[in-house]
T-cell receptor, first 114, second 113 residues
Framework: AQSVTQPDIHITVSEGASLELRCNYSYGATPYLFWYVQSPGQGLQLLLK??????LVQGIKGFEAEFKRSQSSFNLRKPSVHWSDAAEYFC????????????FGAGTILRVKS | EPEVTQTPSHQVTQMGQEVILRCVPI?????FYWYRQILGQKVEFLVS????????KSEIFDDQFSVERPDGSNFTLKIRSTKLEDSAMYFCATGQGEGTEAFFGQGTRLTVV
């Protein structure tokens, strides 16, 4: 069965510091991979996606993620965190056959201290 | 920028009552989804809908739930007889098809009392 693991429930970083949020997935084939961000009381905004090609993908707000097939990982990174990045981040995996469900991780809550 | 619109943003209902959650998809999208997020828990898939029929549903999506697109624009989720455990944020998502991402609405927070 498909599953997504985000091992860190909470992460606190200082403003200006670098960030890496971990995501591991279990899937029988190469999936589509996504990172979404959710601010309190808001919906899910897509940060970036991986479908195929270059394994390092760039997203909005200065985020990037790297797909590592050998490690079944899709970690999210940002070189310098801003206070406005404080939110909850979800990794999700979907099948290549679009029209089916996304499976989400449990989320990582990012706190940014000034 | 086109967006998925959900109404209402908040709904409080008594246990046993029927509720209908509404979603206006992005205009050229063909695939429609409902997800829910119980407070403090994962976002969970409920159902996907394509070509006027359900293409997949989860075990959560039992006989109390139904979806339809009655007028070709709105996409609705109906819960026939709400239970306390149906309290959650419900997200609608829509997409164009293979190789594209799903766009999520802002959600409807349903509280069953």
């Amino acid at each position: 069965a498909q599953s997504v693991t985000q091992p860190d429930i909470h992460i606190t970083v200082s403003e200006g510091a670098s960030l890496e949020l971990r995501c591991n997935y279990s899937y029988g084939a190469t999936p589509y991979l996504f990172w979404y961000v959710q601010s309190p009381g808001q919906g899910l905004q897509l940060l970036l996606k991986y479908f195929s090609g270059d394994t390092l993908v760039q997203g909005i707000k200065g985020f990037e993620a790297e797909f590592k097939r050998s490690q079944s990982s899709f970690n999210l990174r940002k070189p310098s965190v801003h206070w406005s990045d404080a939110a909850e981040y979800f990794c999700a995996v979907g099948p290549m056959e679009y029209g089916n469900k996304l499976v989400f991780g449990a989320g990582t809550i990012l706190r940014v201290k000034s | 920028e086109p967006e998925v619109t959900q109404t209402p943003s908040h709904q409080v209902t008594q246990m046993g009552q029927e509720v209908i959650l509404r979603c206006v998809p992005i205009s050229n999208h063909l695939y429609f989804y409902w997800y829910r997020q119980i407070l403090g828990q994962k976002v969970e898939f409920l159902v996907s809908f394509y070509n006027n029929e359900i293409s997949e549903k989860s075990e959560i999506f039992d006989d109390q739930f139904s979806v339809e697109r009655p007028d070709g624009s709105n996409f609705t989720l109906k819960i026939r007889s709400t239970k306390l455990e149906d309290s959650a944020m419900y997200f609608c998502a829509t997409g164009q098809g293979e190789g594209t991402e799903a766009f999520f609405g802002q959600g409807t927070r349903l509280t069953v009392v």
